[in-house]
C-alpha cells in the first residue's frame, strides 16, 4: 500500500507564492512518476506538473508553465510543487499522484495512489 500526504497549502493573494510538499511512504518510489493535480468547484481534476524519481525529467500544464516548478527529494520520498506568480484561477484543490507505469501521463485516471489534496486559495 501506498500513503501520499500533502502539505503547504493556504490562502495566498494573486502575485504571491506558495510550495507544497507530498510525502509518500509503504513502498520503494525509485521508479515510480509522481504527479499534481487540481481540481476547483464545479471542474474536473486537472494535471498540474509531473516528474520521475529516477530522471530529471518534468513536464507541466500550459497553464502553469514558467510559474510552477515540480521537483523532488529521493531521500526524504518527497515531491514538492513551488508555485509562484499565483493567480485567483489557481485556486483549487491540490492533489499529489503516484503513478506505477514508467510512462509519462497527463490523465488521472492513469495514476494509481492519491493524496488527500490540499486547499490553495489566491486571492485577487
Known amino acids: 500500500q501506498v500513503q501520499l500526504v500533502e502539505s503547504g497549502g493556504g490562502l495566498v493573494q494573486a502575485g504571491g507564492s506558495l510550495r507544497l510538499s507530498c510525502t509518500a511512504s509503504?513502498?520503494?518510489?525509485?521508479?515510480?512518476?509522481m504527479g499534481w493535480f487540481r481540481q476547483a468547484p464545479g471542474k474536473e481534476r486537472e494535471f498540474v506538473a509531473a516528474i520521475s524519481w529516477s530522471d530529471s525529467y518534468a513536464y507541466y500544464a500550459d497553464s502553469v508553465k514558467g510559474r510552477f516548478t515540480i521537483s523532488r527529494d529521493n531521500a526524504k520520498n518527497t515531491v514538492y510543487l513551488q508555485m509562484n506568480s499565483l493567480k485567483p484561477e489557481d485556486t483549487a484543490v491540490y492533489y499529489c499522484?503516484?503513478?506505477?507505469?514508467?510512462?509519462?501521463?497527463?490523465?488521472?485516471?492513469?495514476?494509481?495512489?492519491w493524496g488527500q489534496g490540499t486547499q490553495v486559495t489566491v486571492s485577487s
Open positions: 509503504g513502498r520503494t518510489f525509485s521508479s515510480y512518476r
Open positions: 499522484a503516484a503513478r506505477l507505469q514508467l510512462s509519462r501521463s497527463v490523465v488521472a485516471g492513469q495514476y494509481d495512489y
